[in-house]
């Protein structure tokens, strides 16, 4: 089913300021802690004034995904930290406000419904395509800042949150344009796949485009036999999404 989306928008005393949709590194999975509540009323609530919190989409596996915060602004959502005892809080500093999306599931106290699950399947794997996050960097708050959220999906091997990222993860990203000012997933893919391919190719898998990103794509290239260029278009992604070496 195609996602439908509507914008209730928060108030803007509820979330921070502007950033490049390139740097968003992470989608986190949260949950409200209610039961039987909607997508739309929490929307409806945080279109009051000083929260002190905020998400970018909220989702009950009702008719629409509801939109709270602008991609291309910062939530308040993964701050402080609870705890980073055992597996708790892996990617404390690491994922933050300012590189995430954040997606809240509603009416999900003791299990998920189905149909929330569905949704927020659908809602992640749209958001991972168009912001290029592969599934290993789609985490639960939890894995953020050890909060215990969303209760359900929460520990180290917990089964309903392996065979979420299962379900998210079935295809490998594939990207047809990378550019220096794609986002920093899509270079780091890339940089990947060149350290993979090239033989003595050792750069840093950081996101940034910088002379050594550079000077490998133009070795992989005279590797295929081709022409030097400025980017990565879809010949080369191809190329590269293929493992070609030669």
């Given amino acids: 089913m195609a996602l439908k ?7 803007k005393s509820n979330y921070g300021g502007t950033r490049s949709t390139k740097d968003i590194d992470y989608i986190v999975i949260h949950y409200t802690g209610n039961s039987g509540d909607t997508a739309l009323n929490n929307c409806k609530y945080f279109q009051g004034a000083s929260r002190g919190a905020s998400a970018h989409y909220f989702v009950d596996g009702g008719k629409y995904v509801y939109k709270s915060v602008a991609v291309n602004r910062v939530a308040w959502a993964v ?9 708790a809080g892996n990617y404390y500093k690491k994922c933050t406000n300012a590189n995430s999306l954040s997606v809240e599931m509603c009416n999900s106290v003791g299990k998920v419904p189905a149909n929330v699950r569905e949704q927020t399947i659908e809602l992640v794997k749209f958001l991972m395509k168009k912001y290029g996050v592969p599934a290993s960097r789609v985490i ?3 894995d953020v800042n050890g909060k215990e959220c969303p209760a359900p999906w929460i520990g180290a091997d917990n089964k309903e949150w392996n065979n979420f990222k299962k379900a998210i993860g079935g295809q490998a990203v594939k990207y047809t344009t990378v550019k220096k000012t794609s986002s920093k997933n899509a270079i780091r893919w890339m940089q990947g796949k060149l350290n993979s391919l090239t033989p003595g190719s050792d750069i840093a898998v950081d996101g940034d485009w910088g002379p050594a990103t550079q000077k490998n794509l133009e070795r992989y290239w005279k590797q295929l036999g081709w022409k030097k260029g400025s980017y990565a278009g879809k010949k080369t992604c191809t190329a590269l999404f293929k493992n070609r070496k030669k």
Avoid: I, M, P
């Avoid at 701050?79 to 597996?87: E, K, L, N, Q, R």
């Fill in 140 to 142: 639960r708050h939890w």
């Fill in 79 to 87: 701050g402080g930290c609870y705890s980073t005892v055992g597996a």
């Fill in 5 to 11: 989306f509507k914008k209730k928008f928060a108030h």
